[in-house]
């Protein structure tokens, strides 16, 4: 058998199905739609913060979209380390931020494609933790983004790969900043 099918097999067994790999030609949602009913207000589309004047950028079919700050709607960007036994600021509030991320990155692929049903799949979430030492539970925090995602684009288009790291310091003092690759429709 080849690897790819022994994988295949492994995720039917954990509930996943080929769909999970299916293009999504017959996907019958509208994203903006749902958006809608969720009652989720997009932020403006981000602005680059330093060096650089692309927001993502395109390459075939795929868009690797920069790493987006926890800025608020209100335009308050959420500043701290995520640590409560160091005195740090909880999960909880490390998952919203991250979840200002995802709306974030959201926002920046409706103001790049236009039409959100452009999105093919989100293949990949990078999410980076502004964290204390002591603090282990990255991945908690990055669930912000990763839920985010999947209550607006559903499976199996919201279902990407994942990695949620630590680190001692981000820029501007965030407490989180999540990058993307995703893989887009053709116009």
């Given at each position: 058998?080849?690897s ?10 954990k ?25 989720i207000?997009?932020p ?68 790049q ?8 799949q989100?293949v ?19 669930d ?41 429709k053709?116009?």
């Open positions: 058998q080849s790819s099918s022994l994988f295949r097999k492994a995720l039917a067994k509930g996943f199905t080929q769909t999970l790999f299916a293009a999504s030609t017959t996907r019958q949602i509208n994203v903006e739609r749902r958006i809608e009913e969720l009652n207000t997009l403006s589309p981000s602005q680059p913060k330093a060096n650089y004047n692309i927001v993502c950028h395109a390459s075939g079919n795929m868009l690797y979209v920069s790493g987006h700050l926890p800025i608020k709607a209100n335009g308050d960007l959420c500043t701290g380390r995520v640590g409560p036994e160091s005195g740090g600021k909880t999960v909880e509030e490390g998952y919203d931020a991250a979840r200002h991320c995802g709306l974030n990155i959201i926002s920046t692929l409706k103001d494609l236009g039409d959100l049903d452009r999105v093919e989100v990949k979430v990078f999410g980076i933790v502004n964290s204390t030492t002591d603090f282990k539970s990255q991945h908690l925090v990055v912000g983004c990763s839920d985010v995602i999947m209550e607006v684009f559903g499976k199996p288009v919201g279902y990407h790969a994942r990695s949620a790291i630590g680190t001692s310091t981000l820029p501007l003092d965030m407490v989180v900043e999540v990058e993307a690759i995703v893989q887009i053709p116009e």
